[in-house]
């Protein structure tokens, strides 16, 4: 009983200084390779950096602790936190304070779910989500991911635009009007080493090896330069002048927003005075506040795209500074830029985002982008509902996002946790891998941390290390929390490239075209549909769950199609004496028995079908005298189903026409019996299997005289005794 609610206590079972020591040694290694990857992941779901390192603290000793997998290595992971990202942005500006309050109610909106679903066993939920559809999605969302960090390998910036594609042609004409060379050179130079090392020696950490290298290069050629200067030390009347309108927007949106709020709380209460006073038509007053919101929200949009014009003009001003002016630089932009100056040989740009550049320090780029600052110590705290909201509107708010999270997540970690199963021989609970996730999730945001999942890449490489209990995944957690608590000034010069070459690595693998190929193999609508969803899915993005739902309705249209109309099949001998279709094997058929296969369950969708089907092949074949039914393919009889037997029952012997049925299952037998349709039928006419039923049909129909050099006999040795 203890180890149903404390999965963690079977590890201790056998356990010994040896197993320890592999332990601890397979938990060091993992966190060698997530601890940079939860800082590219982190800035993959909007946040900073040091977020990821939060996310990587507590989940993955709580998922092990309580799920079912003892090397399931739990934590950020790419696709998780795209859509972490692509579900948040609608709501709030990446990175800002209701961003980050949104991320760690997400989690814990996701640990709930998840929780949930594994307490009351529901994991067969994730079915839901189909081969195809999550092969479309997941090849789509590689790409978008892979696509989404350029700008970091390129060194450009530009802004989001309503879709990813639109946002990529945007940076690819930034690149082509500026690329920072020695930012794209790092890029490229770290992927160089972690394709070299894998392919030499896969045991070794190559993205560890990576991230200390260019860390180190970053530190000894000062990659990183950058310069806050006041606004007067920028010679552009131009350019100042673009500063002080672009700031002018940014505290009108700013001033917007805060009336918009105050009119939203007003229109809440004057909406819930009306429910309670039970009017028909809204107040005079409400209709002048949703008037005035709209207006505000015009305002907003029509300042914010004035807003993005400026910014796209200030990112695209490049500066040179005066070689000696280094204690007080001054920037210069080529048109003011005296002819006999010299420079310091660099590019430099302003650095501008979505807030208010601060005239006494404006921020100018002189060289790539790194981590920067990353706070010391561990956040542990109450996860807080953004401003102006309360804790069950924002979970409610959040929940739809959340539920396809936690589908695709649980899928994720179930898929790899099975994998590794079959390799261990480990027993694999997947009810109890949910409550591990949904917990790890849960814990995890009273921590900061964003929505997290199984990780097939540092699952991987906690197998490979031999790990033999979730004491692995224990020893990670730890060696997070002590670079949280003393090592995160070393970080402080990674390149924010490095990061961006360390996602499109491991989302490399996410891409599997043969999946296409193999959906199409199975069944034409699956491979139809895996490309459909892969193709909404690109172009729907950031908006990813709106491909997964195309996906998830075709799926399920397919489905209830079949429903709807089942395969019926005429069924004849062939001559290895077994019934097959004869339209399929250009079989001849009996002009006097008709073979009738039902594939499905005969419920109320279909009910009127095998009816109508049978009906269709009197009218082709007017001397039928007998339908045989297999029935080995009915698996499951409704009321609307027995219905339907009944009636078809009574339409053929009306018509002077007998019916069996053959191979029938016995939860359907029950289903007649209870029904009192048995007793229409007859038990006579019920046969163990197609042969038995053939042959007493075949006798009873040629003691008439009316089926000679019937198809049916002519491989059926009892049947041409009898002639």
Not at 6 to 27: I, M, S, V
Not at 341 to 353: F, L, N, Q, S, Y
Not at 472 to 501: C, D, I, K, N
């Amino acid at each position: 009983m203890l180890a149903k609610f404390f999965p963690f206590l079977l590890w201790f079972k056998d356990y010994n200084g040896e197993k320890l020591r592999t332990d601890f040694l397979a938990g060091i290694t993992v966190a060698m390779v997530l601890i940079p990857q939860s800082m590219a992941y982190a800035q993959l779901a909007g946040l900073k950096p040091y977020f990821g390192l939060y996310a990587a603290f507590l989940p993955p000793m709580v998922a092990s602790l309580f799920g079912s997998s003892r090397q399931l290595a739990t934590g950020p992971v790419a696709v998780v936190s795209l859509m972490s990202a692509a579900s948040l942005e609608p709501l709030a500006t990446a990175g800002g304070p209701q961003f980050i309050a949104y991320s760690v109610l997400l989690a814990l909106t996701v640990g709930c779910f998840q929780l949930f679903l594994g307490v009351f066993k529901l994991g067969l939920v994730v079915n839901l989500l189909s081969h195809p559809v999550v092969n479309g999605f997941t090849n789509a969302a590689a790409i978008i991911i892979a696509s989404s960090q350029f700008s970091k390998l390129f060194g450009v910036y530009v802004d989001k635009a309503p879709h990813h594609y639109q946002t990529i042609i945007e940076v690819c004409k930034s690149a082509l009007h500026y690329t920072h060379l020695p930012t794209l050179a790092m890029g490229v130079f770290s992927i160089a080493i972690m394709v070299t090392l894998k392919r030499v020696n896969p045991k070794i950490p190559n993205v560890l090896v990576a991230v200390v290298v260019t860390t180190i290069i970053s530190f000894v050629f000062k990659f990183n330069n950058d310069s806050k200067v006041g606004i007067e030390n920028i010679v552009s009347p131009q350019v100042i002048s673009t500063i002080e309108s672009f700031n002018n927007d940014v505290l009108k949106i700013e001033n917007l927003g805060v009336d918009r709020a105050e009119l939203n709380t007003r229109l809440k209460a004057i909406t819930e005075e009306s429910k309670h006073a039970k009017h028909a038509f809204p107040s005079m007053e409400e209709l002048e506040i949703k008037h005035q919101l709209a207006l505000i929200q015009a305002d907003i949009d029509k300042t914010s795209e004035e807003a993005h014009v400026k910014r796209e003009d200030l990112r695209n001003v490049h500066f040179a500074m005066a070689k000696d002016t280094s204690e007080n630089p001054v920037f210069y932009t080529p048109e003011t830029l005296p002819a006999d100056m010299k420079t310091d040989g660099r590019t430099w740009r302003i650095k501008v985002g979505n807030g208010v550049l601060a005239p006494e320090s404006i921020n100018m780029i002189g060289a790539g982008a790194v981590v920067g600052s990353i706070p010391k110590g561990l956040k542990l705290a109450l996860p807080k509902p953004p401003e102006n909201s309360s804790y069950l509107a924002a979970f409610l708010q959040l929940l739809p996002f959340a539920v396809i999270i936690s589908l695709l997540g649980f899928m994720e970690a179930i898929a790899i946790a099975k994998a590794m199963a079959a390799k261990t021989g480990q027993k694999l609970d997947p009810n109890q891998e949910l409550i591990g996730q949904g917990l790890a999730n849960i814990i995890g945001s009273f921590g900061q941390s964003y929505a997290v999942s199984g990780s097939f890449s540092r699952s991987a490489v906690n197998l490979q290390a031999n790990a033999v209990s979730g004491v692995s995944s224990v020893v990670t957690s730890l060696m997070v929390g002590l670079t949280l608590l003393f090592f995160t000034p070393l970080l402080y010069h990674l390149p924010q490239a490095v990061l961006a070459s360390v996602i499109m690595m491991a989302v490399i693998g996410l891409i599997n075209t043969s999946g296409f190929v193999h959906a199409w193999k199975a069944k034409r609508s699956d491979g139809i549909i895996s490309v459909i969803t892969f193709v909404c899915t690109l172009y729907f993005a950031p908006h990813l769950e709106e491909g997964i739902m195309v996906g998830v309705v075709l799926t399920f249209i397919v489905f209830i199609y079949k429903n709807l109309r089942p395969r019926v099949a005429l069924l004849s001998k062939s001559q290895d004496q077994s019934l097959r279709s004869a339209s399929k094997h250009g079989l001849r058929q009996c002009d006097h028995i008709a073979v009738v296969r039902f594939d499905g369950a005969l419920i109320f969708t279909n009910a009127t079908y095998l009816e109508d089907k049978v009906l269709e092949y009197i009218a082709e074949k007017p001397d039928l005298k007998h339908v045989l039914i297999e029935a080995s393919g009915i698996n499951d009889v409704d009321a609307s189903g027995e219905e339907a037997l009944a009636i078809l029952i009574q339409s053929l012997r009306a018509s002077g026409r007998d019916i069996s049925f053959s191979g029938v299952k016995e939860e359907v037998i029950e289903v007649f019996k209870r029904t009192h349709l048995m007793d229409k039928l007859g038990e006579e006419n019920i046969f163990a299997n197609g042969e038995q039923a053939l042959v007493a049909i075949y006798k009873k129909i040629h003691d008439k005289g009316e089926c000679s050099g019937c198809p049916l006999s002519k491989y059926m040795p009892i049947m041409a005794s009898a002639n």
